[in-house]
């Protein structure tokens, strides 16, 4: 008697179609995919921190970045600090507080020193005496109300670097970059929940 041959199954369009399903759901469940999800999210939310604190926020809170070049302010503000200001009244300034001033009226020189007291001018106007933190005395000349740009409003580390390379055109361009990776982000995620959503009915069929 001559033994039969069992053929193999031949497996079906679905039985194929669930498999390469069950591996593409391994493959964006697995702790790779986790992984590069986290990374994203990371890169995406620094990206977006700093498109805010930069650009976003000093434009609507009508304040001016600027960025530390000196060590005067190292110990609180050292080198490389992104400062924010926003105008104030200069009759409203007290000892202790932190202001940007021009160094000549009229001219786009600058430095952020803090107040450490106030003197008047033979008119009666009140003047400011600054101090960087780092230097032992006072500044030399002391500083008219109309050479005073604003009072610091927040500073982070080491995005002042940062906000020296994206002026003029380039700041343009990067919140143009930032939003469209932001939308396109968006738009995978939600492409890859409807394609999940799809399969889970497929299967429930």
Known sequence: MTAGRHAAPVPTPDAAVSGADA???????????????????????????????????????G?????????????????????????VDASTLSIGDVVTYQIRSGEPGVITHRIVGFTFDQQGNRLLTTQGDAVPVPDERPVQA???????WYSIPYLGYVNNWITGSTRLIVVYVIAGALILYAVTQFGGSVRDRRRARNTSR
């Open 146 to 152: 109309a050479q005073v740009r604003g009072k610091l």
């Open 23 to 61: 591996a593409d759901t391994a493959r964006r469940t697995g702790p790779l995919w986790w992984v590069f999800q986290v990374v994203t999210w990371l890169l995406l939310l620094f990206l977006v921190a700093i498109l805010l604190a930069a650009i976003v926020v000093p434009k609507v809170g």
């Open 63 to 87: 304040a001016q970045p600027y960025t530390v070049l000196t060590s005067s302010m190292k110990q609180k503000y050292p080198p490389g600090t992104l400062i924010v200001v926003r105008k």
